[in-house]
C-alpha cells in the first residue's frame, strides 16, 4: 500500500470497547480511578484492539539510527562516529536500551534508517534510505523520493514486526544531531519560536543551545517548510528516524498495534504522524515527560498523558522501555483481580 492509503485504513478506535472496558473495571475489587493514567492506558488498549481481555504483550523496542547533515554545523558535542559506535554495541546488546529491554521481557530491533556507516551484524535490521541528510542549514534535509521512501519504511517494518507476532512497539532512535531535527519539526508545526522548543539535548552549554537555536532559526526562514503539511517539514528540516517513526505509528494503527512513544523525538515522530493522520492517536502510549524542553508541551499538543516524570533524557527508547512492565502490571490487573462480587463487597460509587 501506498502512504496515502495506509492511512486511509487506519480506523478510530472503538467507543463500544472503551465503555465495555471502563465498565469492566468498576467491577475490580479498587477504588474507582486508582490506577490512574495506567488504568485509562489499559482502557485505551482494549478499544484499540476491540476486546475486554488484552492479550499478554509481545514486546518488543524499535530503535531508528539515522545521520543527520546539521551536525556539520556545530549543534553537536559529537559526530556521526559516535551514533555507529553506539549501534554496533546496540547489536551486542550493550547499551542502556539493551540492559532495561532485558528486565522487561522486550525483544531489541536496532534499524539502520539512514546512518552514514554501515554495521555489518545481522541483528541489525538495514533499511538505509541514504547515507544521513543533507544539512539543513545549507539545503533542504532530503529529498520528496527519500521522505517518502522514510516514512513507507517504517509502514512495511510495523507490518513486519506485527506479522512476527508483536502487539506491544516501544520506540527508540538513535542519531547524533537529532534533536536538532526534532526541535526545528516541532518549531514548524506547532508555529512556535525556536527558542521555545530547544534544548540541550546530548549536554550543550548555554552557549551551545544559543548557536543550535540560531541554526534552526535561519534554516526554517531560508526553506519556509508548510506548518500544516508534516511531510513537507520533515523533508525540508527533519530526519529519517523521524520521518520512519511517523511511518511506523500510521502502519501499526492500521494494524491496531498499540505504540509507546519515548521521550522528545519520538513525541515528534507521533506528532507527525496524528497531524498526517488524526486517529493514529488512539493508538500511541505516552510512557514519560521528557526531560527535554518542550517535551511537555508536545505529549499536551497532542493530548496524550505519561504515567512516569523522572526527567528522563537517555533516548534510545529507554523510557519507552522502563512503562512496559507498569503497563503489563496494569493488563494483569484488569484481567485477572478478583472482582467486588467475588469478595461480597459492595463496589466503589462516584460521589
Not at 520506540?171 to 516541532?186: C, P
Request: proline fraction near 3%.
Amino acid at each position: 500500500m501506498t502512504v496515502e492509503e495506509t492511512i486511509n485504513s487506519v480506523e478510530k478506535s472503538s467507543d463500544f470497547f472503551k465503555l465495555k472496558a471502563e465498565e469492566k473495571w468498576s467491577h475490580v475489587a479498587m477504588p474507582l480511578g486508582s490506577l490512574g493514567i495506567l488504568g485509562d492506558d489499559v482502557t485505551k488498549i482494549c478499544a484499540a484492539e476491540r476486546t475486554i481481555t488484552p492479550e499478554k504483550r509481545k514486546k518488543c523496542v524499535v530503535v531508528f539510527c539515522a545521520d543527520n547533515g546539521v551536525v556539520e554545523e556545530g549543534i553537536s558535542q559529537s559526530q556521526h562516529d559516535i551514533t555507529t559506535l553506539v549501534v554496533k554495541n546496540m547489536c551486542t546488546k550493550d547499551t542502556s536500551v539493551c540492559k532495561m529491554a532485558q528486565v522487561a521481557g522486550a525483544d531489541v530491533f536496532p534499524v539502520d534508517m539512514g546512518m552514514i556507516d554501515d554495521v555489518d551484524d545481522e541483528t541489525i535490521i538495514n533499511m538505509k534510505v541514504a547515507r544521513g541528510t543533507a544539512n539543513f542549514a545549507k539545503k533542504h534535509a532530503m529529498t520528496d523520493e527519500e521522505v517518502l521512501k522514510a516514512i513507507k519504511n517504517g509502514i512495511e517494518l510495523s507490518k513486519m514486526l506485527s506479522e512476527k507476532g508483536y502487539n506491544l512497539f516501544a520506540l527508540g532512535e538513535m542519531g547524533i544531531g537529532n534533536t536538532t531535527t526534532s526541535s526545528a519539526v516541532a518549531s514548524v508545526i506547532l508555529q512556535k519560536e525556536p527558542r521555545e522548543m530547544t534544548g540541550k539535548g546530548a549536554g550543550l552549554s548555554d552557549a551551545g543551545v544559543l548557536k543550535k537555536i540560531e541554526v534552526i532559526k535561519k534554516a526554517i526562514e531560508k526553506h519556509k517548510p508548510d506548518s500544516k503539511n508534516p511531510i513537507d517539514v520533515i523533508k525540508k528540516v527533519g530526519g529519517f528516524d523521524i520521518a520512519a517513526m511517523a511511518g511506523f505509528i500510521i502502519g501499526a494503527a492500521a494494524l491496531k498495534k498499540m505504540c509507546v512513544i519515548d521521550g522528545f523525538i519520538s513525541s515528534v515522530g507521533a506528532l507527525c504522524a496524528i497531524k498526517m493522520c488524526p486517529d493514529t492517536k488512539d493508538y500511541i502510549l505516552a510512557s514519560h515527560i521528557s526531560g527535554e524542553k518542550a517535551g511537555e508541551l508536545i505529549l499536551n499538543e497532542m493530548g496524550l498523558k505519561a504515567p512516569i516524570n523522572a526527567k528522563l533524557r537517555l533516548g534510545e527508547g529507554t523510557g519507552a522501555v522502563m512503562f512496559m512492565p507498569l503497563i503489563d502490571m496494569a493488563l494483569t490487573m484488569f484481567n485477572e483481580m478478583v472482582t467486588f462480587e467475588d469478595i461480597n463487597m459492595e463496589a466503589y460509587k462516584p460521589l
